[in-house]
């Protein structure tokens, strides 16, 4: 249990404020003792959160927005994750228990364009306001590493080619890497795949994909939805696990990316991976999704720190208020 050092830390420090992730309830409470303000924070979506307090709280009723659903085969892991115990208290419960113990206001890395009507169910489900952090897009780093990759997409046309990667968190079984690799020798599309085996496990890259295909390592989930967004970069979704499902019917509800059907079962299929890729990026169809991608990009260079800046004026009027 982390607690006795934490509170020792708030003890020590004794900050004005806490800001807290979601599922660690006792952060708050601890503060609490200690008459600190706490923040709750929300670094995955507002929908994931939305729907998820929705769903344990109506479950028989459906989630307003319609363009938001689970298909059948992501149910069952949706509220397993919901049902599940941490220290004896169920996920579905600590998240209620985060929002509940925040101070007037939630924090969530989103921004309007993205998910504006969510942002206002969130607000009404927990009965706070929602303070949108906007995406917090890490700047580039120029890294030696990826300079062989760079080389090698200079030599295509631009938004010819597609970037495959599923997180740190998902690895493909050898049917789901092939029936990828098939839908991507399909579509004729210029691609890089990141490919990751569990840790410990003893598979070479030949040996897992067809020959040909240029691979390395990097991240995925809601922050690379936000990096997508950023730089204006349409999403070709195909969600394993998660929040990811949610996510990826927010990107093609709001129109910056089409998603990749499974069947019934959850599998992966070829001539779907094809389709969807030769739609986005060469056919005509796919226009209104890179215009649409390009405008959201836009629309947040223009914004600039503005998100931010309302950040730090919430924060510190919270602060005026309780100090």
Not at 8 to 33: C, G, R, S, V
Not at 91 to 108: F, G, M, T
Not at 142 to 167: A, D, M, Q, Y
Request: with cysteine.
């Amino acid at each position: 249990m982390a607690s006795p050092n934490f509170y020792k830390i708030l003890t020590t420090l004794a900050p004005n404020l806490l800001i807290y992730d979601f599922l660690q309830p006792w952060a708050p409470a601890l503060a609490e003792t200690l008459n600190i303000p706490s923040v709750n924070f929300l670094s995955c979506s507002t929908t994931m959160i939305s729907f998820s307090i929705h769903d344990s709280g109506n479950p028989r009723v459906k989630y307003p927005f319609p363009e938001i659903y689970l298909h059948e085969h992501e149910v069952n892991q949706f509220n397993h994750r919901l049902d599940s115990f941490a220290n004896g208290v169920k996920n579905a419960d600590r998240i209620k228990d985060c929002y509940k113990r925040s101070l007037n206001i939630i924090l969530i890395k989103t921004f309007r364009e993205l998910e504006g009507k969510h942002i206002d169910y969130l607000s009404h489900l927990t009965d706070k306001k929602m303070v949108p952090v906007g995406a917090l897009v890490q700047e580039e780093i120029n890294e030696e590493e990826g300079e062989e990759i760079i080389e090698w997409l200079n030599k295509k046309e631009r938004l010819s080619t597609v970037f495959v990667s599923f997180g740190s968190e998902y690895f493909l079984s050898k049917k789901e890497i092939k029936e990828m690799a098939q839908g991507l020798e399909l579509s004729k599309a210029n691609f890089i795949w990141v490919v990751r085996f569990p840790m410990g496990e003893k598979v070479s890259v030949e040996e897992a994909l067809p020959k040909g295909l240029l691979v390395d390592l990097c991240h995925c989930g809601w922050s690379s939805v936000m990096e997508s967004m950023k730089y204006g970069v349409p999403i070709l979704a195909m969600p394993m696990h998660l929040d990811q499902p949610l996510n990826a019917r927010v990107v093609e509800e709001v129109g910056v990316g089409v998603e990749i059907k499974k069947d019934q079962n959850g599998w992966i299929q070829k001539e779907e991976v094809a389709k969807v890729v030769k739609e986005v990026i060469k056919e005509k169809n796919g226009e209104s999704v890179r215009k649409k991608a390009k405008e959201m990009s836009e629309n947040l260079r223009n914004k600039g720190d503005e998100e931010i800046d309302g950040v730090v004026e919430e924060l510190v009027q919270l602060c005026l208020k309780c100090n």
